[in-house]
């Protein structure tokens, strides 16, 4: 794989509204789907695909992610001692994945704000932002072929996943026009989550982008948009619209049919928690056989 894109920017200051109480105290990213916070699932993911540079862009509440990412020599010496090599290793995993740094964004302005808060560490090289409420079955990893992408046409690259008219209004939305290669379109236009009448299309943009780096100056510029906060949508409309390929503009959408759990809402978690949980080796089994029978007897 091509070494050209290095860095990720992970955004996680959200506050995680709806999931309040859990997250009064305890970041979003950390709810466990199955045994592992959801964050880490992303950070697997981009570290599979050779992104070994990670910034999380953070905040208050958010130091349990700090935590995790770091060792804990105590609960490692601890676990040493009473011979739990298993555990030790699920410990000491998360710390030595990436190389994670922090930047914090005081107050949460926005997608927007949050990625251009990673101007000074990702510099002049194109980059890829994760975000973590989207999770891709490890089988499907899909940042190499965005990578890919961005070498074959350069400007920037989003992932966009068909999803039915009635869900549209969750999500960007693009504006598309075929290539020469069935999984990659050129997007045309965004729209950030358009009422289902209003929608250009069926592609909803999923957390996976690779921007390039001329997305800061147009973030510099952007104004507050939906819900008053700084879109990425809005900055990557103009990257797909009005800046020349040259400059470091236009946009490809690379097609994702593979099987992505969301961790944004309450239902979605539940749903990617059971998911999950049934494709695990050592619970799949056992769970899959309660499941039936408790379904069995729901109405
Ligand atoms: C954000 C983006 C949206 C995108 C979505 C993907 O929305 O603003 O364009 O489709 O992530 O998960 P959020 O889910 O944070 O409201």
Known sequence: ?????????????????????????????????????????????????????????????????????????ELEAALGSKDKPELLEAVRHPAGLAKVHYVRQGVPRGLGDAVLHGKAHVGNHPFVVLLGDDLIDDRDYIL??????????????????????????????????????????????????????????????????????????????TKPGKGGEIQLTDAMTVLAKDVSASEGGGMYGVIFKGRRYDTGDKLAYLQAVVQLAIERKDLGPEFKKWLKTFSAKLD
């Open 1 to 73: 794989m091509s070494q050209s894109v290095l860095k990720a920017v992970i955004p996680v200051a959200g506050y995680g509204t709806r999931f309040l109480p859990a997250t009064k105290a305890t970041p979003k990213e950390m709810l466990p789907v199955v045994d592992k916070p959801a964050i880490q699932y992303v950070v697997e993911e981009a570290v599979s695909a050779g992104l070994l540079d990670l910034l999380f862009v953070t905040g208050r509440t958010k130091r349990a992610l700090e935590d995790h990412f770091d060792d804990n020599p």
């Open 144 to 221: 190499p072929k965005m990578i890919e992408t961005q070498n074959k046409f350069g400007g920037s690259v989003v992932l966009l996943m068909e999803v039915p008219n009635s869900e549209i209004s969750l999500y960007g939305c693009a504006k598309v026009s075929a290539t020469d290669d069935p999984a990659v379109v050129k997007v045309i236009d965004l729209i950030e989550k358009p009422e289902a009448e209003k929608a250009p299309s069926n592609y909803a943009v999923i957390g996976r982008y690779i921007f390039s780096p001329k997305v800061f100056e147009i973030l510099e510029k």
